[in-house]
């Protein structure tokens, strides 16, 4: 069977329990999953129960979709990615981005915590991503191209859709928390970066630098969908002087510490979209 036909197996299994219009899909970044709060639950299901789902086995992540109410909107909540560097291939990475396309959705957030790069970053900064530059080793739409999703060579020229960025920005301004937007590059992990690889992405025009959202969001655009991707600065990684040993439990704690502001960014969007 391929991806197509597993996805619209799998969107067939969410439509029986729900086949209303959902307006976005929310994919839930390491030490994010607080964000399920706002939900105003109508139905959920454990990746366990869904065909073709992988399931999720890094720590911080649960494994749940969750559809529900946010601000009158009707949202599904991915909480718990699926990591390349967990072992998972490029299409179970990509399948849930799938699944939603199939649902018929059209608009997709994505919350990541990451690296920062840039030396104006302090920890528990927002950077609210205009672009990216994929440094994974596999790309997800590599193999033949399934028309039905999209064409063979899509375009990248606005991989972010820039109302959603420009708007999240001057909210995040409104509330005066410390927001940018920026560059994130997608690296495949699990090793954080090593001193001179930090200095390297920074040169290269990065802002943030992280282990996920990159092939998401490079599938969500082959099929034509508006992306927004909010990263939290979880460790300065640039300049030296900045740099300090991390650990996965401090990047869950810096990103937790900083969600709220997330949340309220993502929730923002999803009323004004
Ligand atoms: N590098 C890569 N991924 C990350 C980092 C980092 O410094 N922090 C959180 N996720």
């Known amino acids: ?13 969410i439509k029986a329990k729900f086949s209303g219009t959902i307006d976005f899909a929310v994919v839930l970044g390491s030490g994010l ?3 399920e709060r706002e939900i105003d639950i109508i139905c959920s299901f454990d990746y366990a129960d869904l065909p073709h789902f992988p399931l999720s086995t890094v720590l911080g992540h649960k494994g749940k979709l969750i559809i529900g109410k946010v601000k009158g909107k009707i949202v599904i909540c991915q909480s718990g990615r699926f990591h390349y560097y967990e072992g998972y291939s490029v299409n179970q990475v990509t399948f849930p981005i799938r699944v939603f396309k199939l649902l018929g959705i059209e608009k997709l957030i994505a919350t990541n915590a990451a690296g920062g790069l840039n030396p104006n970053q302090e920890v528990g900064d927002i950077v609210i991503l205009k672009d990216h530059i994929n440094m994974q080793p596999e790309h997800p739409l590599r193999g ?10 899509p375009d990248m020229m606005h991989a972010y859709y820039p109302d959603f960025y420009n708007k999240a ?8 928390y410390r927001c940018e937007l920026g560059v994130y590059v997608g690296v495949q992990g699990p090793t954080f970066e090593t001193p001179a690889e930090y200095q390297a992405f920074h040169r290269m025009g990065g802002d943030a630098v992280g282990m996920s959202t990159v092939p998401e969001v490079i599938v969500a655009n082959h099929m034509s969908m508006k ?6 600065i979880a460790d300065c990684g640039y300049p030296l002087e900045k740099l300090k ?15 709220p502001k997330v949340t309220d960014i993502v929730t923002y969007v999803i009323e004004n979209f």
């Not at 920005?169 to 005066?176: D, G, I, M, P, T």
């Not at 992306?227 to 939290?232: A, D, E, P, R």
């Not at 040993?245 to 969600?259: D, F, N, P, R």
């Open 227 to 232: 992306v927004l991707g909010i990263s939290i």
């Open 33 to 35: 999953s607080n964000f």
């Open 169 to 176: 920005l001057s909210y995040a301004r409104s509330k005066n």
């Open 144 to 153: 033949k191209n399934d028309d039905r999703f999209g064409p063979r060579f």
């Open 245 to 259: 040993v991390i650990s996965h439990q401090e990047v869950l704690e810096k990103s937790a510490e900083a969600e």
């Open 1 to 13: 069977m391929n991806v197509y036909e597993s996805a619209l197996e799998c969107a067939h299994v």
